[in-house]
């Protein structure tokens, strides 16, 4: 079956632009994660989607930052008045509620100009 | 605050040697240690440890973890070319039913010369 798919796979914006990332997990995971992977940074956790419950959104950097997951799906992460330190990779993932054993998606590309 | 380090952070060896990647962390309420290989894109899962001393393998990677003395290791034996990656290990430390909420070491780099 198919995996995380994320789009655009490359985003150039100018700063202080809005930018939607957007994430389709794998079909019958309850679970989405939102990863930045930074030059010299590493990978961070942003946020976290458990089916109905609250997101935990304590990985976000700052309120630029949001994201949302519709019907349980379909995940848009949005950054607001973007910032040159917001250049980055962003990852997606899923999982099957439980497991822990996160799938990633081929992530974003965002360059902010 | 929560730490994982990996070591060593670039290693380059030839085909049909044996490298041994090294994860030691300190997080609160550990619940699980993973390791991803990451060739171009995205993260692809090698292994998940929970217990201490239970070596997992899988064809010529294996993989053990140490509770008490709060480190793993990741083994690849006689390598080859298409080993090449950066080798990421984190510690799932989400608290109550929250699984997923890691923290990731920097990465190992990982170069197999012919």
């Known amino acids: 079956g198919a995996g995380v798919s994320q789009s655009p796979s490359n985003k150039v914006t100018e700063k202080g632009k809005d930018v939607e990332l957007r994430c389709d997990p794998i079909?019958?995971?309850?679970?989405l994660y939102w990863y930045r992977q930074s030059l010299g940074q590493g990978l961070e956790f942003l946020i976290y989607?458990?089916?109905?419950?609250?997101p935990d959104k304590s990985g976000l950097p700052s309120d630029r930052f949001s994201a949302e997951r519709t019907g349980g799906s379909v995940s848009t992460l949005t950054i607001q008045r973007t910032q040159q330190e917001d250049s980055a990779v962003y990852l997606c993932?899923?999982?099957?509620w439980g497991t822990g054993n996160l799938h990633f998606g081929n992530g974003t590309r965002l360059t902010v100009t | 605050e929560d730490k994982v380090v990996q070591s060593p952070l670039s290693l380059v060896v030839h085909e049909g040697d044996t490298v041994t990647l090294n994860c030691s962390y300190e997080?609160?309420?550990?619940?699980?240690l993973l390791w991803y290989k990451q060739e171009k894109k995205a993260p692809t899962f090698l292994f998940m440890l929970?217990?201490?001393?239970i070596e997992k393998k899988s064809g010529r990677l294996s993989s053990i973890l140490d509770k008490k003395e709060l480190f793993s290791i990741l083994n690849i034996t006689a390598t080859q070319t298409g080993d090449s990656a950066v080798y990421l290990c984190?510690?799932?430390?989400?608290?109550?039913?929250?699984?997923?909420?890691?923290?990731f070491g920097q990465g190992t780099i990982l170069t197999v010369h012919p």
């Open positions: 997080v609160t309420n550990f619940r699980s």
């Open positions: 984190a510690v799932d430390h989400a608290g109550g039913t929250s699984y997923g909420k890691l923290t």
């Open positions: 989607f458990q089916g109905n419950s609250a």
């Open positions: 929970t217990s201490s001393g």
């Open positions: 079909s019958g995971h309850t679970a």
């Open positions: 993932a899923s999982s099957l």
